[in-house]
Nanobody, 126 residues
Framework: QVQLVESGGGLVQAGESLRLACVASGRIFSRYCMGWFRQAPEKEREFVATISGNGDVTYYADSVKGRFTISRGNPNTLYLQMNTLKPEDTAVYYC????????????????????WGQGTQVTVSS
């Protein structure tokens, strides 16, 4: 198991930026594929971005491609840089981890992740 704690959410206006952070503890960070998901009110939790354990491979949802950037930093921190935010980006954002010994795979389905943070609220006003 790995413990995940997100931070960085807040209220911003459309067009502004935010950077979310997720600190992981409990296991070797590089042996985990990491992902960001989000859940808006009355909607299912949806995939946003993912990064392989070695950091070489990233993948994004079409809705955020070109605006959001996922990255890994030291020590044991996952980031999501969100630029040009839109009101439809409003949601609770969750950090997730899934063990991957190879360090080369990524996963986009929430069912494939078994470690989750508590979430951080992002609200974008128009």
């Amino acid at each position: 198991q790995v413990q995940l704690v997100e931070s960085g959410g807040g209220l911003v206006q459309a067009g502004e930026s935010l950077r979310l952070a997720c600190v992981a503890s409990g296991r070797i960070f590089s042996r985990y594929c990491m992902g960001w998901f989000r859940q808006a009110p009355e909607k299912e939790r949806e995939f946003v971005a993912t990064i392989s354990g070695n950091g070489d491979v990233t993948y994004y949802a079409d809705s955020v491609k070109g605006r959001f950037t996922i990255s890994r930093g030291n020590p044991n921190t996952l980031y999501l840089q969100m630029n040009t935010l839109k009101p439809e980006d409003t949601a609770v954002y969750y950090c997730a981890a899934r063990a991957d010994a190879s360090g080369t795979y990524y996963y986009t389905n929430r069912e494939e992740y078994d470690n989750w943070g508590q979430g951080t609220q992002v609200t974008v006003s128009s």
